[in-house]
């Protein structure tokens, strides 16, 4: 069995929902785990430190249909500065829509990357419906998705998962609305402020 490299690309990692995702992995995998935050200054570290890793799991939010420019970022740096002994690549990517398809294109730069660089690509875990999910009673979807997705890492066992809120597109817009309206609310934003396109006044 042998030990993961947590990344999370998220450009906002400390206070991210994919370090959420990330805490739960560590939780549920039986093997040696370490969790680091990609940052503007630490990628030539963290390029050494992969060495240390039979593999990396990348955790990051689909940003514009694709993967962040905080992970793009670390991949230039990774490309030009890959570890030895190159450690098996897994993702586990979320998003904001309910489809969880609609992370496939972040996960296939994931895989051209590893393709073109010499990398295994290993396991997938495609989350949908965003922040939302882990805060209903959903989220026990996602902790056994996420079970089984640290199993087949430490196993070896590479797969492909995907989950999402078992609901209807129509009532996941109703709730999700609701959700940010109330959310702006907290932050003495209204809707009328949020539907419009001057975001510096």
Avoid at 168 to 179: G, V
Wanted: proline share 4%.
């Amino acid at each position: 069995m042998g030990s993961i490299m947590i990344l999370n690309g998220s450009p906002r990692a400390p206070k991210s929902n994919s370090k959420r995702y990330a805490t739960i992995f560590s939780e549920k995998c039986k093997c040696k785990t370490e969790y680091f935050n990609i940052s503007k200054t630490n990628h030539i570290q963290l390029c050494g430190k992969s060495e240390e890793f039979s593999d990396i799991l990348f955790v990051f939010p689909l940003y514009a249909d694709g993967i962040p420019v905080t992970l793009l970022n670390f991949l230039k740096t990774l490309e030009e500065n890959p570890p030895k002994n190159k450690p098996v690549v897994s993702v586990l990517v979320n998003c904001g829509f309910l489809e969880y398809s609609q992370n496939n294109t972040a996960v296939s730069m994931m895989k051209l990357f590893c393709h073109q660089n010499g990398y295994r690509f290993g396991s997938v875990l495609k989350i949908g419906s965003g922040e939302a999910i882990l805060t209903t009673p959903f989220k026990i979807l996602v902790n056994r998705k996420i079970k089984k997705l640290a199993s087949s890492i430490a196993c070896a066992k590479y797969c492909i998962l995907q989950t999402t809120m078992p609901i209807s597109s129509k009532m996941f817009l109703k709730a999700s609305t609701a959700y940010w309206i109330n959310y702006g609310k907290k932050n003495g934003i209204t809707k009328e402020q949020m539907e419009t396109m001057n975001i510096e006044e």
